[in-house]
């Protein structure tokens, strides 16, 4: 399982929304491909608006820390400003800790989606064998 990293937090509504459209767009398409991937994200998105829980990376961390360490692969979803969250950051440096290798995904590179996809596959088949 792919755990996908993206930003989230912007004082800005309309940006937090448009993230986690873009996540979740992502997030289908691999689902879709048969890649399995997970986002904190799609996972806290609506229960944050609707409970008016946090914002901050602070509050998610320990969950977010432990999707990790069950996912086999760390992919961060390039989007504006991840470079510089506060929560991608974090969980790069605990991925490197742990000994995932991290991988970006360029959202403005859609047609390697595809490509993206396609090595996820392999990956995931790999695997598989491995563990028969």
Request: with cysteine.
């Amino acid at each position: 399982m792919i755990y996908l990293a993206s930003p989230y937090s912007d004082p800005d509504w309309m940006i937090r929304e448009q993230r986690y459209l873009d996540v979740s767009k992502i997030v289908v398409k691999l689902y879709d491909a048969g890649v399995c991937a997970y986002s904190s994200i799609m996972a806290w998105h609506n229960i944050v608006q609707k409970a008016r829980l946090p914002r901050k990376f602070s509050y998610y961390q320990q969950i977010d820390f432990e999707m990790i360490d069950v996912c086999d692969r760390f992919v961060i979803l390039c989007l504006d400003g991840w470079d510089n969250s506060v929560g991608v950051l974090a969980e790069i440096e605990y991925a490197g800790s742990i000994g995932r290798e991290v991988e970006h995904l360029w959202v403005d590179k859609f047609p390697g989606l595809d490509d993206f996809i396609d090595t996820s596959r392999q990956v995931e088949e790999f695997n598989e064998n491995k563990t028969e």
